[in-house]
């Protein structure tokens, strides 16, 4: 079992950043491939990164509408994953979920909303 809970979410303007968290509990977190998903209100909920695991060399992805202003890391001594976004647009606004790949773990979300 993993329990999964994310933070970080808030309205910013276009041009923003903002850091989501995702805090794991239940199990090995540095055992464990990780990844960032959103859903956007009446859209199907999106893959957007991906980080492998490993001490010191993690493989990273990153969709490409994302690619080049996230960056997906992880912190396993706190068993805590991260999202910075940087240059938020609006069509970033989304809830978004952390989730351990292949699996049934879902964190609850948490709401970006980029706007003026």
């Known amino acids: 079992q993993v329990q999964l809970v994310e933070s970080g979410g808030a309205l910013v303007q276009p041009g923003g950043s903002l850091r989501l968290s995702c805090a794991a509990s239940g199990s090995d977190f540095s055992t464990l491939n990780m990844a960032w998903y959103r859903q956007a209100p009446g859209r199907q909920r999106e893959w957007v990164a991906r980080?492998?695991?490993?001490?010191?060399?993690?493989?990273?992805s990153y969709a490409d509408s994302v690619k080049g202003r996230f960056t997906i890391s992880r912190d396993n001594a706190k068993k805590t994953m991260f999202l910075q976004m940087n240059s938020l647009k609006p069509e970033d606004t989304a809830v978004y979920y952390c989730?351990?790949?292949?699996?049934?773990?879902w964190g609850q979300g948490t709401s970006v909303t980029v706007s003026s």
């Open positions: 989730n351990v790949p292949d699996t049934p773990y």
């Open positions: 980080i492998s695991t490993g001490t010191f060399t993690q493989y990273v």
